[in-house]
C-alpha cells in the first residue's frame, strides 16, 4: 500500500514563506511521477506543480510561476513545494499526488487530476494579509 504523507503547512504572513514536503513509502519513489495540487474552501482542486520521475520535466500553474518550486529527492522519496512570495489566495488545503510512470512517461509531468494513482491526506496552508 503506497502512502503519501504532508508536512510543513502552516499560517503565515502574506511576503512570507512556506516549505510543504511529501514522504512516500509502499513502493520506489522513483518510478513516481508526482505532483501538488490545492484546493481553497468553496473552490474545486487545481494543480500547483507537478515534476517528472528524474526531475528534468516540471509544470507550474500560471499563478504561481516564479513564486513557487517544485523539487525532488529520490535517495530520500521525498518531494518538495518551494513557497516564496505568499500570497492569501494562495491559501488552500495542499495535496501530494503520485502516478506510477513507465516507459516515456517517465520523462514527463502530469498536469490532470485524473492521471494520479495515490492521494496524500493534505496540509493546510494560510496566509494572512
Known amino acids: 500500500q503506497v502512502q503519501l504523507v504532508e508536512s510543513g503547512g502552516g499560517l503565515v504572513q502574506a511576503g512570507g514563506s512556506l516549505r510543504l514536503s511529501c514522504t512516500t513509502s509502499?513502493?520506489?519513489?522513483?518510478?513516481?511521477?508526482m505532483g501538488w495540487f490545492r484546493q481553497a474552501p468553496g473552490k474545486e482542486r487545481e494543480t500547483v506543480a507537478a515534476?517528472?520521475?528524474?526531475?528534468?520535466?516540471?509544470y507550474y500553474t500560471d499563478s504561481v510561476k516564479g513564486r513557487f518550486t517544485i523539487s525532488r529527492d529520490n535517495a530520500k522519496n521525498t518531494l518538495y513545494l518551494q513557497m516564496n512570495s505568499l500570497k492569501p489566495e494562495d491559501t488552500a488545503v495542499y495535496y501530494c499526488?503520485?502516478?506510477?510512470?513507465?516507459?516515456?512517461?517517465?520523462?514527463?509531468?502530469?498536469?490532470?487530476?485524473?492521471?494520479?494513482?495515490?492521494w496524500g491526506q493534505g496540509t493546510q496552508v494560510t496566509v494572512s494579509s
Open positions: 499526488t503520485g502516478k506510477i510512470a513507465r516507459g516515456l512517461n517517465l520523462f514527463r509531468s502530469f498536469q490532470k487530476e485524473d492521471e494520479y494513482d495515490y
Open positions: 509502499g513502493r520506489t519513489f522513483d518510478t513516481y511521477g
Open positions: 515534476i517528472s520521475v528524474s526531475g528534468g520535466s516540471t
